[in-house]
């Protein structure tokens, strides 16, 4: 099972327990930790499992709960 949700620039939000959000333009956070993304590059945070994929505007968080 798989969850996600797509944020723009300057908003934040929760992926199920974790606060996941978009700074500055290309600036990701997940769960505290930060890492910078341009366009059409994809990030994987090792310690909590989400990928975050940056399209443009559209930054989209996804889990993979293994299930």
Known sequence: ???SIT???LQYD???VLHVGVG???FVAVAG???TLADG??????RT?????????A?????????
Not at 49 to 57: A, M, S, W, Y
Not at 59 to 67: I, K, P, V
Request: proline share 3%; aromatic share 8%; hydrophobic share 25%.
């Open 1 to 3: 099972m798989a969850d």
């Open 7 to 9: 944020l723009g620039p």
């Open 14 to 16: 929760k992926l199920g």
């Open 24 to 26: 500055r333009d290309g």
């Open 33 to 35: 930790d930060v890492h």
């Open 41 to 46: 590059e994809r990030h994987r945070f090792e």
């Open 49 to 57: 499992g989400v990928t975050v994929t940056r399209r443009g505007e």
């Open 59 to 67: 930054y989209t968080f996804s889990r993979d709960h293994g299930d």
